[in-house]
């Protein structure tokens, strides 16, 4: 094949990047995930271009520390995507993500997500688009294929039309997705993963810059994949276990920086916590995603429960934060 037309040279590092999770990488949760990496490109939660374009919040706020930062996208008409795209390389994001790749009812209903794998020539005018009004890479997160449509050719087809118009950076997730009968957290696990068929995207189409998605729940892992391909993207261990990132930078990415500690991390989250209560906000909103932190050592529990039970109370503070870290020393101390 080796068709490469068109080949954007205005990339993004993207060795390792944390997947856009709905509900889960908000931009509490991007803060923290930077104080562990430096060099993990980051993505917000798939956001509409309705909810850009006719919303009452602002959907494209984020905190400057979070760079390099991309905003993924759900829509499927040319010119609202690229309203969008120039909306968000004005406010400074580092690229713009189309999803071709979440299967759930709602975002077909939407026209897009997974669907519009069976619309490639929709998904180039879409890239376009956004490629005409914008300097920022223009990317786009896929599946292998959905439904019967999951052999090799249909891929490469896609890849074909989509490439075409400028778009050199693609993310695979290796399952193909179930439109119908299958729920989206069914269509992360059934769907049998095959890495195979993304190393062979890769080899046909050297020029393009391939991720892979999937599966991925080390850095073991995904160092193998990178000897395949141009970068890996985690998804939920990422969220469930976080700790996992403060070895991306010394282990994917050859940084020689000293990793930092758990407690270094709450600490320096607390500043961040503290400005967030003073515009109002509850501390719910950010240990919510630091449950993990703890995941698979002793006192875990201890952190998880006092957090659980206490930081959404009215008035709870950062001395919610500090007691439950008390809490992991007493248990430790306890066995």
Same mark, same amino acid.
């Given at each position: 094949m080796l068709k490469n037309s068109n080949i954007d040279s205005n990339?993004?590092?993207r060795t390792f990047s944390i997947a856009p999770m709905l509900d889960w990488t908000d931009r509490h949760y991007r803060y923290f995930a930077r104080l562990m990496s430096a060099n993990t490109l980051?993505?917000?939660e798939m956001v509409t271009t309705g909810a850009i374009l006719h919303g !009452? +919040?602002?959907?494209?706020a984020y905190n400057q520390e979070e760079h390099p930062l991309a905003l993924q996208l759900g829509g499927s008409n040319?010119?609202?995507l690229a309203r969008c795209a120039k909306l968000a390389?004005? !406010? +400074?994001?580092?690229?713009?993500?189309?999803?071709?790749?979440?299967p759930s009812d709602r975002v077909q209903n939407g026209r897009f997500g997974a669907c519009l794998m069976a619309e490639p020539e929709l998904v180039a005018q879409c890239v376009d688009a956004m490629k005409q009004v914008v300097d920022i890479p223009v990317t786009v997160k896929t599946r292998i294929?959905?439904?019967?449509?999951?052999?090799?050719?249909f891929l490469t087809h896609f890849i074909d039309k989509v490439q075409a118009k400028g778009c050199s950076d693609f993310i695979i997730h290796a399952r193909k997705a179930w439109l119908s009968g299958l729920s989206p957290k069914e269509n992360r696990e059934i769907p049998p993963l095959d890495y195979g068929r993304?190393?062979?995207l890769k080899r046909d189409y050297p020029l393009l810059n391939i991720s892979i998605n999937g599966g991925v729940t080390t850095l073991v892992q995904a160092k193998e994949h990178l000897t395949h391909l141009d970068g890996v993207m985690m998804g939920r261990e990422a969220y469930q276990n976080p700790y996992i990132l403060a070895e991306v930078d010394q282990v994917l990415c050859g940084s020689q920086s000293e990793v930092i500690s758990r407690e270094a991390i709450i600490e320096a989250m607390l500043p961040y916590i503290e400005a967030h209560l003073q515009s109002g906000g509850r501390l719910n909103h950010i240990t919510r995603h630091m449950i993990g932190l703890f995941q698979g050592l002793p006192g875990a529990r201890a952190w998880r429960r006092y957090?659980?039970?206490n930081a959404h109370k009215n008035g709870a503070g950062v001395e919610v934060i500090r007691q439950a870290y008390q809490s992991i020393q007493t248990e430790m101390i306890a066995q």
């Amino acid at each position: 094949m080796l068709k490469n037309s068109n080949i954007d040279s205005n990339r993004l590092e993207r060795t390792f990047s944390i997947a856009p999770m709905l509900d889960w990488t908000d931009r509490h949760y991007r803060y923290f995930a930077r104080l562990m990496s430096a060099n993990t490109l980051l993505y917000t939660e798939m956001v509409t271009t309705g909810a850009i374009l006719h919303g !009452r +919040g602002d959907y494209l706020a984020y905190n400057q520390e979070e760079h390099p930062l991309a905003l993924q996208l759900g829509g499927s008409n040319p010119s609202e995507l690229a309203r969008c795209a120039k909306l968000a390389a004005e !406010r +400074g994001y580092d690229e713009v993500n189309l999803n071709v790749g979440c299967p759930s009812d709602r975002v077909q209903n939407g026209r897009f997500g997974a669907c519009l794998m069976a619309e490639p020539e929709l998904v180039a005018q879409c890239v376009d688009a956004m490629k005409q009004v914008v300097d920022i890479p223009v990317t786009v997160k896929t599946r292998i294929g959905i439904d019967a449509q999951d052999s090799y050719e249909f891929l490469t087809h896609f890849i074909d039309k989509v490439q075409a118009k400028g778009c050199s950076d693609f993310i695979i997730h290796a399952r193909k997705a179930w439109l119908s009968g299958l729920s989206p957290k069914e269509n992360r696990e059934i769907p049998p993963l095959d890495y195979g068929r993304v190393y062979q995207l890769k080899r046909d189409y050297p020029l393009l810059n391939i991720s892979i998605n999937g599966g991925v729940t080390t850095l073991v892992q995904a160092k193998e994949h990178l000897t395949h391909l141009d970068g890996v993207m985690m998804g939920r261990e990422a969220y469930q276990n976080p700790y996992i990132l403060a070895e991306v930078d010394q282990v994917l990415c050859g940084s020689q920086s000293e990793v930092i500690s758990r407690e270094a991390i709450i600490e320096a989250m607390l500043p961040y916590i503290e400005a967030h209560l003073q515009s109002g906000g509850r501390l719910n909103h950010i240990t919510r995603h630091m449950i993990g932190l703890f995941q698979g050592l002793p006192g875990a529990r201890a952190w998880r429960r006092y957090l659980s039970e206490n930081a959404h109370k009215n008035g709870a503070g950062v001395e919610v934060i500090r007691q439950a870290y008390q809490s992991i020393q007493t248990e430790m101390i306890a066995q």
